[in-house]
Every structure is written in structure tokens, then in C-alpha cells.
């Protein structure tokens, strides 16, 4: 099952613990891990289910490519790791 970790910064301020979710896509393990998670979900995916602007997902070390559609692969062995994006000057 993929596990999703958080930024530890998020924990600062609601709980945010380790997740395994089901699912082959981004989008259907944020799905099935956030289903009961209706604040810590609403930090992540806006209202239509979009990874909101200021928010970044990992896959393995790497950036996922699809942010509208959260349709990156996963494997049971993935690590998701979720966290603010950075922006500013």
C-alpha cells in the first residue's frame, strides 16, 4: 500500500499522521488515505479536489507531473510525501 507522509510543519498545527492508502493514481490514494480526514484534506485538495497552489506532492523523491489530475502511478511501495511548495521573493 502507498504510505503518505506529511511536512512536519502541517503537524504543527493539525494532525497529521503517517497514512497507507489503496489505490493505483495520486488521486485514488489521496482518496481513499483522506476519506475520513475531512480537515487535513481540505489543507491538500481545494473544494473541486485539485492539490491546492501552494501545496506539493513527492512521489520517491521525485515531483509528481500531474497537479490537476493527480494521475502520477503508484505502487504498493510508493512513499507520497506531501508539503507546502515555496514561493515568494
Same mark, same amino acid.
Given at each position: 500500500?502507498?504510505? $503518505?507522509r %506529511? #511536512?512536519?510543519?502541517?503537524?504543527?498545527?493539525?494532525a +497529521?499522521? /503517517?497514512?497507507?492508502? /489503496?489505490?493505483? #493514481?495520486? !488521486?485514488e490514494?489521496? @482518496? @481513499? +488515505?483522506?476519506?475520513? /480526514?475531512?480537515?487535513? !484534506? =481540505?489543507?491538500v485538495? @481545494?473544494?473541486?479536489?485539485?492539490?491546492r497552489r501552494?501545496? #506539493? $506532492? %513527492?512521489? @520517491?523523491? +521525485?515531483? $509528481?507531473t *500531474? !497537479?490537476?489530475?493527480? =494521475? *502520477? +502511478?503508484?505502487t504498493? *511501495?510508493? /512513499? $507520497?510525501?506531501?508539503l507546502?511548495a515555496l514561493s515568494?521573493?
Amino acid at each position: 500500500m502507498p504510505r $503518505i507522509r %506529511f #511536512t512536519s510543519n502541517l503537524a504543527r498545527h493539525l494532525a +497529521a499522521p /503517517e497514512l497507507t492508502a /489503496e489505490g493505483g #493514481t495520486v !488521486r485514488e490514494a489521496l @482518496d @481513499d +488515505a483522506l476519506a475520513d /480526514e475531512a480537515l487535513l !484534506r =481540505s489543507y491538500v485538495l @481545494d473544494e473541486q479536489g485539485r492539490l491546492r497552489r501552494h501545496v #506539493t $506532492i %513527492f512521489l @520517491d523523491g +521525485a515531483m $509528481i507531473t *500531474d !497537479r490537476r489530475g493527480l =494521475s *502520477d +502511478a503508484v505502487t504498493r *511501495d510508493t /512513499e $507520497i510525501y506531501v508539503l507546502q511548495a515555496l514561493s515568494g521573493g
